[in-house]
């Protein structure tokens, strides 16, 4: 069964409406054991960085999403939950996070034209600019922070004149900058193939 860590705050509703849309039953837990127990742990986080990471460690969770997120178990990060995932934000003064990617978080540039946050639907494709019109798909951000690239950036996304990892992959381990529980058909079709994996 898949676990949805509850840190307090969270998409819970909705990402575990999206998962029952494919016939998969989750449930909710703050309990290290019950992370370290599931099939499969999914981290959807809302918010700011610094409330949650102290609500993390309040509830002795930081540890076992590293351990969990480290491992061979199927991991999903969505929105802060990826954020989280790596080293540092810039979020509330600067932020130190779970480090399981290196890399920074940093805040969208002002810039005329762009509203900050990013609210609503915008495309992603592979890094390196080999993206095809075809192999574009379309998915529902809301952020004002943004992940740099880093080696194990599997899709980017660009906004403000900022290209920035959409999505981050190594072995199981799968975390989106994007809501997939947000974004109806390409959504359902990506937490299918994490399932798969």
């Not at 898949?2 to 016939?23: H, K, T």
């Not at 996304?157 to 990892?165: I, L, S």
Request: charged share 20%.
């Amino acid at each position: 069964m898949i676990a949805l860590v509850d840190y307090g705050a969270g998409n819970l509703a909705s990402v575990r409406n999206a998962f029952a849309c494919l016939g998969e039953q989750t449930f909710v837990t703050r309990s290290a054991k019950e992370i370290a127990s599931a099939s499969r742990v999914v981290f959807a986080g809302v918010g700011a960085a610094g409330s949650a990471m102290a609500n993390l460690r309040a509830a002795g969770l930081a540890d076992a999403l590293v351990e969990a997120a480290s491992g061979e178990k199927p991991f999903l990060g969505i929105c802060l939950g990826m954020q989280i995932l790596f080293k540092r934000t810039e979020e509330d003064g600067g932020t130190d996070t779970l480090g399981v990617f290196d890399g920074e978080v940093r805040r969208f540039p002002r810039v005329d034209g762009f509203k900050v946050p990013q609210i609503g639907w915008n495309c992603v494709r592979a890094p390196g600019g080999g993206g095809k019109a075809e192999e574009e798909k379309y998915f529902y951000f809301v952020h004002s922070y943004a992940a740099q690239i880093v080696p194990q950036t599997a899709l980017v996304c660009e906004y403000a004149g900022v290209e920035f990892t959409a999505l981050v992959k190594r072995g199981r381990l799968w975390a989106s900058q994007f809501h997939p529980e947000k974004s109806g058909r390409a959504g359902l079709e990506f937490l299918k193939e994490w399932l798969e994996c």
